[in-house]
């Protein structure tokens, strides 16, 4: 077993040597390097135990004399807790010693801290700055870094043919997460550029090289999935239908205040590309919103059913979450709205609220897609249950409803567990008074019928005797 690991990991050792004995920016001796490669061997455990305090003592002694490799060596060990206790302010401070005497591979780790926020502000302006120098020096980790950055549009602005750019300088070096950003690009054709041959072929690339997404594309057959959509929808990326807004770009003024936005919205949330161009999603929702002392919290509800929260403050011309609500570390949805911005315009007697959504991850921690809401306020309930007869029933039931304007109507049960029991077809029913009776075959039990409409839905308990 031993020698199967000797083997495994002698490649990794043989590269390290190599690649100190090339990087001799901070003026590294021979018998240094002999010592940085003995350090790597005892972190590691190549042809020895495991040992991250003997490397430390090692690194650390090498660090003294001015050596960036172990100075950067160290830095990672204090980020990640290797043998040591974690310490991030002292893992950025050797990143920043080692960068500052030349060394890339340290540029590209001190970039990393300031793209997640490790021990220092989050600085996406910074961390793209020194990830575009490692890629200037030909560093492929610089190359995917200022690539990433430019692709989303972090810290620099988005450019989908510059962030290409610099994943392709990266992807001809062999490196695996440039080749599979060059896959999503062009399966995904974001940029009005997809090539369905050239995304097979980087996504080839990446799962030789064995990039750890890569099992979700073949067992989902997403290549398939994404040509399925462009030959069904070939006009997919559009922009915002009904002519409400033309794309994410719309200057918001905010100019609502927390008193006019307290109240009940329905309509659409539009989720874009990262240029904010192309839309993504569409998908109905609708905002409970209510105030105190000029805090607003904001309810997001999708089919009746609560997606999550958002608390804020008002700070200039912006909504920030408060800084004293944390994320569910156990909840479902891994993102939270981190800030916001809100329009309410009013056009013949009716008020439209468009939402600008920061929505942040909060296992990245980076920004996700750009949304926009479209919604209207909710005066009254479009639709009223006026009776649910017989109640307790047997088969038949007949259900009384008032509408407040003209729409699409279902019928849906579901059992005391969430399950959907019955589904009634849609059906067109004018503003006003209406029924409609359906046949179940229900056993004994308490359910919930639900009376949905176009952006709304109400519901009343029945009994199966």
């Known amino acids: 077993m031993k020698k199967l690991i000797t083997k495994v990991v002698s490649p990794i050792l043989f590269f390290l040597i190599i690649s100190i004995s090339q990087n001799r920016v901070s003026g590294e001796s021979k018998a240094d390097s002999i010592l940085l490669s003995m350090a790597k061997k005892y972190q590691l455990g190549i042809k020895c135990d495991v040992n991250p305090q003997k490397a430390f003592k090692i690194y650390n002694y090498l660090a003294t004399k001015g050596s960036s490799m172990a100075m950067n060596e160290l830095g990672k060990m204090f980020k990640k807790g290797d043998g040591i206790n974690q310490d991030l302010q002292t893992a950025l401070q050797y990143f920043r010693q080692a960068s500052d005497l030349g060394n890339i591979s340290a540029t590209c780790n001190l970039a990393s801290m300031y793209q997640k926020g490790d021990g220092v502000n989050q600085d996406f302006t910074k961390a793209f700055e020194l990830y575009d120098k490692a890629a200037q020096a030909g560093n492929v980790n610089g190359c995917y870094g200022a690539g990433y950055l430019t692709y ?33 690009y062009y399966l995904t054709g974001h940029d009005n550029k997809q090539d369905f041959e050239k995304g097979k072929k980087y996504l080839e690339k990446s799962m030789k090289h064995g990039h750890a997404w890569i099992e979700d ?32 770009r719309r200057s918001f003024t905010n100019n609502a205040n927390d008193s006019t936005l307290q109240g ?31 805090v607003i919290s904001l309810k997001w509800l999708e089919n009746s059913k609560q997606i999550t929260s958002f608390n804020a403050d008002k700070s200039g011309n912006v909504w920030i979450m408060q800084k004293n609500v944390q994320p569910d570390k156990n909840s479902p949805i891994r993102w939270v709205i981190a800030n916001a911005g809100f329009d309410i315009e009013n056009a013949k007697n009716n008020e439209t609220l468009y939402a600008n959504l920061q929505k942040y991850s909060v296992d990245s921690r980076e920004p996700l897609y750009p949304t926009i809401a479209v919604l209207d306020r909710l005066v009254d309930n479009p639709i009223t249950i006026s009776s649910i007869y017989p109640n307790p029933f047997e088969n038949t039931i007949r259900i009384d409803f008032d509408l407040a304007n003209k729409q699409n109507i279902s019928i849906e ?41 176009d952006n709304y839905r109400c519901s009343q308990n029945i009994i199966r005797q």
């Open 152 to 184: 989303k549009g972090f810290g620099i602005e988005q450019d989908y043919s510059k962030a290409t750019d610099y994943f392709e300088r990266g992807a001809l070096k062999g490196d695996v997460n440039c080749e599979y950003m060059l896959a999503c």
């Open 217 to 248: 594309f073949t067992q989902y057959n997403v290549v398939d999935s994404l040509k399925q959509i462009a030959l069904s929808d070939p006009k997919k990326w559009t922009d915002v239908k009904k002519g409400k807004i033309n794309n994410v």
């Open 264 to 294: 009940i919205w329905v309509g659409k949330l539009y989720t874009y590309d990262w240029s904010g161009k192309k839309i993504e999603k569409e998908q109905d929702v609708q905002f409970k919103i209510t105030t105190l002392n000029h």
């Open 413 to 453: 049960i579901f059992n005391v567990a969430g399950v959907k029991v019955y589904s009634g077809s849609k059906k067109n029913y004018p503003n006003g008074k209406n029924s409609t009776s359906i046949q179940v075959n229900l056993i004994k039990g308490i359910y919930t019928l639900y009376v949905n409409g």
